[in-house]
C-alpha cells in the first residue's frame, strides 16, 4: 500500500510539473507575439499572418489542455455527465479533421482519412467524442516522427455484433511495448518519462472514460 501510494503522488508530482510548463509555453508565446503585433513592431503583412496563426495555435494548445483536466476532473469526482443525442460519428470525425487536420499538416504529419459514408447514427455526446478524437490525434502527432502518416478510420463493425461503430486512428510511430499497454490508459502514467514529449498524462484517460461511457 505504501509503495502504491508513493507511486502515485511521484505520478501527480510530475503530473503538476508538466501541467505548469504546458501552459507556461503557450502562454509565453501568446504574449510576445501579441505585445509585437500591439506596438507595431511588425509592418510586414506575411509576418503579422504568421504571428496570428501562431497565437491561435497555442490558444488551441491551451483550451485542449484546460480540457482534458477539466474532463478528468469531473470524472474523477463522478460530476461528468454526458449528453448523449442521436448523431454521425463520421460527421464528428470531418469536423474534428477540418478543424485540427492543419495543425497537423503544419506538424510534419499527412492525414489518411477514410471515413465510410454509410456509417448509421449512433447515440453519442458529440462534445467527448470531439475531445476524446483530438487525444488521439495529439498523441499520435506527439509520438510518430516527421515526416510520416496519421490514418483516421470510421466505419460499420461487420463482427458479431453488427451494428457497431468504429473509430481508429493509427500512426506510424514505433509502437508501445506489450507490458505498457495496459498502463497507458491509467491516469498521469506516461511511458518514459524522460525521454516521452511531454504531456499531462491525462489525454489516454480521458480517451478511455469517454469509450467505456459509449459502450465501447
Known amino acids: 500500500v505504501f509503495r502504491r501510494e508513493w507511486a502515485l503522488n511521484r505520478l501527480k508530482t510530475d503530473f503538476m510539473a508538466n501541467v505548469s510548463h504546458e501552459?507556461?509555453?503557450?502562454?509565453?508565446?501568446?504574449?510576445?507575439?501579441?505585445?509585437?503585433?500591439?506596438?507595431?513592431?511588425?509592418?510586414?503583412?506575411?509576418?503579422?499572418?504568421?504571428?496570428?496563426?501562431?497565437?491561435?495555435?497555442e490558444t488551441g494548445r491551451l483550451t485542449h489542455l484546460i480540457n482534458?483536466?477539466?474532463?478528468?476532473?469531473?470524472?474523477?469526482?463522478?460530476?461528468?455527465?454526458?449528453?448523449?443525442?442521436?448523431?454521425?460519428?463520421?460527421?464528428?470525425?470531418?469536423?474534428?479533421?477540418?478543424?485540427?487536420?492543419?495543425?497537423?499538416?503544419?506538424?510534419?504529419?499527412?492525414?489518411?482519412t477514410r471515413i465510410a459514408d454509410d456509417a448509421a447514427k449512433a447515440l453519442l455526446d458529440e462534445g467527448a467524442v470531439t475531445q476524446a478524437l483530438i487525444n488521439l490525434l495529439d498523441n499520435a502527432a506527439k509520438f510518430s516522427p516527421d515526416p510520416s502518416e496519421i490514418t483516421v478510420r470510421v466505419y460499420a463493425d461487420g463482427g458479431p455484433?453488427?451494428?457497431?461503430?468504429?473509430?481508429?486512428?493509427?500512426?506510424?510511430?514505433?509502437?508501445?511495448?506489450?507490458?505498457?499497454?495496459a498502463r497507458i490508459f491509467?491516469?498521469?502514467?506516461?511511458?518514459?518519462?524522460?525521454?516521452?514529449?511531454?504531456?499531462?498524462?491525462l489525454g489516454l484517460a480521458v480517451v478511455r472514460h469517454v469509450a467505456e461511457a459509449h459502450g465501447g
Open 161 to 181: 455484433a453488427p451494428g457497431n461503430l468504429v473509430l481508429e486512428v493509427a500512426d506510424q510511430g514505433k509502437g508501445i511495448a506489450p507490458d505498457q499497454r
Open 68 to 112: 482534458n483536466v477539466l474532463d478528468f476532473s469531473e470524472i474523477e469526482s463522478d460530476r461528468k455527465k454526458f449528453e448523449f443525442r442521436r448523431a454521425s460519428l463520421a460527421e464528428v470525425g470531418r469536423k474534428v479533421l477540418a478543424d485540427y487536420g492543419p495543425h497537423l499538416e503544419q506538424a510534419g504529419k499527412r492525414l489518411d
Open 23 to 57: 501552459l507556461r509555453t503557450p502562454l509565453s508565446l501568446i504574449r510576445m507575439y501579441a505585445e509585437s503585433l500591439l506596438l507595431g513592431r511588425v509592418s510586414d503583412e506575411t509576418r503579422r499572418n504568421e504571428y496570428h496563426e501562431i497565437i491561435v495555435r
Open 186 to 201: 491509467e491516469p498521469f502514467y506516461r511511458v518514459n518519462p524522460g525521454i516521452a514529449p511531454r504531456g499531462s498524462g
